[in-house]
């Protein structure tokens, strides 16, 4: 089967990306998404997002005339349907999968659909999404077959295909990594697999197509859990006066034992999301996944008490201070290291926490961003790092950047210092 246009469904971190390599590799790719900004952005060979390499991609697809991006679907051979899936509240439930987007998605590209065309869903999802998406589309469009009605004769293809990438590593690993991917058929399998065999240098493993949605989430809750083991070893390490970076490194030492590093908390539009979709499928069975949430997503409430108990130490050495006098400077707002990416993220969660509460001067740092969107941090002040410990009274460390671990901490006062990703260690340790 020839793919000769491929069509990416959102030009996010993960969209423009996929939409770039598969383009480099001199495949006309249409990329479409509904942020105007967006379109124009990328149609000039420029990128709206922060991602190593990705700029010089999609320059050099642009400029080739390889790529192009508009807010409507054009008809294409393929599509790739990678939106967010956010959640939603209902009936008391804050983690109820929104399939919005998606069902959007569906009904936009049904109108350009044609016999032969293959549908692919990237986005995360919970088990059971892309048969929904099946359903819309069939719905949408009566005039052609579909998978779960016609199986492997239908007109239309289906599979779904999870990224498992890293930010900050997407372009790289978009073609090492393998792919899983599962389709509605077999012949969807294999539609699906000559696609991503485009770009793709991993193995491209088939499945099920439920198999394949469960292998993601299956991914993200296992490091989830981990991270929760070491979050809440750092929470009960604290309470025994026990340096956790010194401890882990020791019980690292055993040749069967490889504990993660502690942090704010766990971010992002994968860890933190997708083992909630377990949950809402399995809510009785899902307990140890549950409780690993449950840890992860407590831990900036707790970096946000120790950073007001700095703040009344600090007040205690200097008794003629008020919390109006006392400055916190919040360093790192991305949800990792060296990205702009702030989804989910529990080191924004934590500044915004602390704008909220605290009476004084709140700065923030953060070198991957240079505007503050308007919200729950109105008031705080982005500024650069060397400012920051200048004028901070109370230094809390939320995201190791590497700028952030170069930066020289004599002038930080341990007393005041609540440091979630062990940066400035050696220093709490004197």
């Not at 707790?302 to 919040?330: H, M, R, S």
């Not at 901070?392 to 901490?409: G, Q, Y």
Request: glycine share 6%.
């Amino acid at each position: 089967m020839d793919f000769d246009t491929i069509s990416v469904i959102g030009l996010g971190y993960i969209g423009l990306p996929t939409a770039a390599v598969i383009a480099s590799r001199r495949k006309k790719v249409i990329g479409v998404d509904i942020n105007q900004h967006a379109v124009d952005t990328i149609n000039q060979g420029d990128i709206h997002i922060v991602e190593p390499e990705l700029d010089i991609v999609v320059h050099a697809a642009v400029k080739e005339g390889y790529l192009r991006a508009t807010t409507k679907p054009e008809p294409a051979d393929a599509f790739l349907i990678a939106v967010p899936t956010p959640f939603k509240a209902e009936n008391g439930n804050d983690h109820v999968p929104d399939l919005t987007y998606i069902k959007a998605a569906s009904q936009t590209i049904a109108a350009v659909l044609k016999k032969g065309d293959l549908v692919i869903l990237e986005s995360t999802s919970p088990v059971g999404a892309t048969e929904q998406m099946a359903a819309w589309l069939a719905e949408a469009r009566p005039d052609l077959t579909f998978p779960q009605t016609h199986g492997e004769e239908s007109d239309i293809r289906i599979a779904h295909c999870p990224e498992r990438v890293l930010p900050g590593h997407v372009v790289r690993e978009l073609v090492e990594n393998d792919r899983v991917i599962g389709g509605m058929t077999a012949k969807c399998s294999k539609a699906a697999t000559t696609l991503y065999k485009i770009f793709v240098q991993g193995e491209c493993i088939t499945t099920t197509v439920r198999t394949a949605e469960m292998a993601k989430l299956t991914e993200n809750s296992f490091r989830d859990v981990n991270i929760a083991f070491a979050n809440e070893l750092s929470i009960i390490c604290d309470k025994l006066d026990i340096n956790v970076w010194e401890l882990i490194r020791l019980a690292n030492r055993h040749p069967r034992v490889n504990i993660l590093q502690p942090g704010p908390g766990v971010g992002g539009h994968c860890i933190a999301v997708d083992p909630w979709f377990i949950v809402s499928e399995t809510p009785e069975e899902a307990r140890l996944i549950r409780t690993a949430r449950e840890v992860n997503d407590g831990k900036p409430e707790w970096v946000v008490e120790k950073v007001q108990q700095a703040v009344g130490e600090y007040l205690t050495a200097n008794p003629d201070k008020t919390a109006k006098d006392v400055t916190i400077a919040c360093f790192g707002l991305a949800f990792k290291p060296d990205i702009d990416d702030l989804r989910e993220s529990p080191a924004l969660r934590i500044a915004e926490e602390i704008v909220a509460r605290h009476p004084g001067g709140v700065l923030l740092v953060e070198p991957n961003i240079e505007h503050l969107s308007s919200g729950r941090l109105a008031g705080a002040n982005l500024i650069n790092q060397q400012v920051a410990l200048e004028k901070a009274d109370v230094v809390v460390m939320l995201v190791d950047h590497k700028s952030f671990k170069n930066m020289p901490s004599d002038n930080v006062d341990s007393r005041f210092l609540v440091d979630s990703r062990g940066i400035w260690e050696d220093r709490l340790r004197k």
